[in-house]
């Protein structure tokens, strides 16, 4: 993550993305700011090893120490709209501190609930779909699925259509 940092300021890039977490699930103070202080004035984000933290609004305010400003989470479940329950405890604990930003499994149909549910303002959807190969020979002895992901564009328009119209809504 270092050299990732290192290599990231060079290119004159925005922002990074960090985490780590000590073996009992507490977030690593000690590495962790050592990257923070790494990045300099990059935006810090703090990626969803939070999702595996013994105890959220403990993390929570260490990650705010470290003075990252956001945390990419899925409220400690497989997607975001399974963890929403705690995405909205913790958007309220951080009161504008840092950023909550709700990940996984986020789509044009799930987008408005997500936020009128969590009070999150910003969120992370990777807009992907699968698509399959144009090969027409497949030979079965290598026993794979040839696709490839490809980011949906039609889907990210729908996102943003959808959380502007619950914005303009609210």
Do not use: W
């Not at 300021?9 to 073996?23: H, P, S, T, Y």
């Not at 405890?89 to 149909?109: C, F, N, T, W, Y």
């Amino acid at each position: 993550m270092q050299e990732d940092i290192k290599a990231c300021k060079e290119m004159g890039c925005d922002g990074v993305v960090i985490g780590m977490l000590n073996a009992d699930g507490s977030i690593d103070m000690e590495r962790s700011a050592v990257l923070k202080q790494m990045a300099g004035s990059m935006q810090v984000t703090f990626h969803r090893a939070f999702d595996r933290v013994n105890d959220p609004f403990v993390a929570l305010e260490h990650i705010i120490n470290l003075g990252c400003h956001r945390i990419l989470t899925s409220g400690l479940k497989p997607t975001a709209i399974e963890g929403a329950e705690l995405l909205k405890k913790l958007v309220e604990q951080a009161a504008d501190r840092i950023i909550i930003m709700p990940g996984s499994g986020i789509r044009s149909e799930n987008i408005e609930s997500l936020a009128s549910m969590t009070g999150a303002k910003a969120f992370h959807s990777s807009a992907r779909h699968q698509l399959n190969s144009a090969m027409m020979f497949i030979n079965q002895e290598m026993n794979e699925r040839l696709e490839q992901v490809s980011l949906d564009g039609k889907e990210v328009l729908a996102i943003r259509k959808n959380l502007d119209h619950y914005s303009s809504n609210k």
